[in-house]
């Protein structure tokens, strides 16, 4: 059984950054491909970013390319989300996931339907 809990979430003006963090327990961190999504109020569940377990490869959802960096630090059992530039737009619940099933040289999945494993999510509130 693996636990994943997100912190980080706050609420910010347009322009800031912030800094997500997944941290997991049981089960071994370093053989998952992880992921960010996100839920916006009355909006399905997307993928925000995700990365294999080696870190090699990473995906990135269009609407944060370029403002989002997804990490990870197998040793720390930890995932990160680095958010700069935050718009009103990014207003969600993220949560963090974990595909147990991931295969290590392959790039991480980004259906959410792959992912076995989800945290409680964090708040992140952008205001204009």
């Known amino acids: 059984q693996v636990q994943l809990v997100e912190s980080g979430g706050g609420v910010v003006q347009a322009g800031d950054s912030l800094r997500l963090s997944c941290t997991a327990s049981?089960?071994?961190?370093?053989?998952?491909?992880m992921g960010w999504f996100r839920q916006a109020p009355g909006k399905d569940r997307v993928i925000v970013a995700a990365?294999?377990?080696?870190?090699?490869?990473?995906h990135y959802a269009e609407a944060v390319q370029g403002r989002f960096t997804i990490s990870r630090d197998n040793a720390k059992k930890t995932m990160y989300l680095e958010m700069n530039n935050l718009k009103p737009e990014d207003t969600a619940v993220y949560y963090c996931?974990?595909?147990?099933?991931?295969?290590?040289?392959?790039?991480?999945?980004?259906?959410?339907?792959?992912?076995?494993?989800w945290g409680q999510g964090t708040q992140v509130t952008v205001s204009s």
């Open positions: 996931a974990a595909d147990v099933r991931a295969i290590l040289s392959a790039s991480p999945r980004i259906q959410d339907y792959n992912y076995d494993y």
């Open positions: 049981g089960g071994t961190f370093s053989r998952y491909s």
């Open positions: 990365i294999s377990r080696n870190s090699l490869n990473t």
